[in-house]
């Protein structure tokens, strides 16, 4: 997806209220009202939340609390209907190009090889060939799928595919990365094996990352901060610090501390209505 560059940003700019905006990431009491021939969906509801540069944080939140929403305002790609979203002090009101965006679905040309998709992204933003060459099979080798450069969209597994489209999203080095439930459609092991790889690309490239999952145990797994959304219109219930070593491993997932931040997820949700482990019938 092609975007229009945001120009550089200062982060030691001073907002119009005097306060410092040293967040790399902010969000400001941001609503989206969309119009329906049923009439106003109100999707998002006064969200405001913060991200310092390189952080990882996931949002999680019931189907239809607005993540998606607040992924495309985050990209520019839809306005917001008050409020705003700032990104190192500079205020979002136009598509992005200086970051990566993966979706659910990869989106991949079928006439191109795995690194023609790559490079597509490099070719759009008339990178230096010999260079970007280099780094597209760096990361596809980064995800072991070096191998599989020259195979067709086709010939590749689903998991491949999307390591595929990560891949694209990274080739011109973003300091943002937002991705929208990129593992959703894929098996339980897959899913485990990008969660891995992820981790370690960004471990590498330290890039700062909003992850829309409805898992919670990839959101805890991954994230520095787990933001926790109600049901719509979608604000931030809890923002849930991550306080484990990096990096993480499959087996910590049965780790007390990981099972404890899983819990309070978990309840939260129950809390909510989100989950009821009482369908139909009453509590005890
Ligand atoms: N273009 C649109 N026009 C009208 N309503 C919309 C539009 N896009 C989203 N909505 C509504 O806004 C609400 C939030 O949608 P959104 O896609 O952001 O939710 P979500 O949290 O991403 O859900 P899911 O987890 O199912 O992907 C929903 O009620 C949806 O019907
Ligand atoms: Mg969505």
């Given amino acids: 997806m092609e975007l229009a560059v945001a120009p550089p940003m200062d982060s030691g700019q001073v907002r119009a209220g005097g306060e410092l905006a040293d967040s790399y990431l902010d969000v400001r009491d941001l609503t989206k009202i969309y119009a329906t021939r049923d009439g106003v969906v109100r999707a998002l509801d006064r969200v405001s939340l913060t991200a310092k540069r390189g952080e990882f944080l996931?949002?999680?939140?019931?189907?239809?609390?607005?993540?998606?929403?607040?992924?495309?305002?985050?990209?520019?790609?839809?306005?917001?209907?008050?409020?705003e979203i700032r990104i190192a002090g500079q205020k979002i009101d136009r598509p992005r190009t200086d970051i990566g965006i993966v979706f659910q679905s990869p989106v991949l040309l079928e006439w191109r090889t795995a690194l023609g998709n790559v490079m597509l992204q490099a070719e759009a933003r008339k990178m230096e060939h010999k260079a970007a060459l280099k780094r597209a099979r760096e990361l596809l080798a980064s995800v072991g799928l070096s191998d599989f450069e020259n195979k067709y969209p086709h010939e590749l597994s689903g998991g491949m595919r999307q390591r595929v489209s990560i891949c694209r999203s990274l080739i011109h080095s973003p300091d943002q990365l937002l991705m929208d439930e990129p593992f959703g459609a894929l098996d339980s092991l897959t899913r485990d094996q990008?969660?891995?790889?992820?981790?370690?690309?960004?471990?590498?490239?330290r890039m700062t990352v909003l992850f829309i999952t409805h898992s919670v145990a990839e959101a805890v797994f991954l994230s520095d901060r787990v933001v926790v959304m109600s049901?719509?219109?979608?604000?931030?219930d809890r923002v849930i610090e991550i306080d484990l070593p990096r990096p993480r491993t499959l087996a910590m997932r049965e780790s007390p501390e990981f099972a404890d931040y899983s819990r309070q997820i978990m309840e939260l949700f129950l809390a909510r209505g989100v989950l009821n482990e009482h369908p139909g019938g009453k509590a005890e």
């Avoid at 998606?68 to 985050?74: D, F, K, P, Q």
């Avoid at 990008?194 to 490239?205: F, I, N």
């Fill in 194 to 205: 990008l969660v891995l790889d992820l981790q370690q690309l960004w471990m590498k490239q």
């Fill in 58 to 83: 996931s949002i999680l939140g019931p189907s239809g609390c607005g993540k998606s929403t607040l992924l495309m305002i985050a990209a520019g790609l839809i306005p917001g209907s008050s409020g």
């Fill in 231 to 236: 049901p719509r219109p979608g604000r931030i």
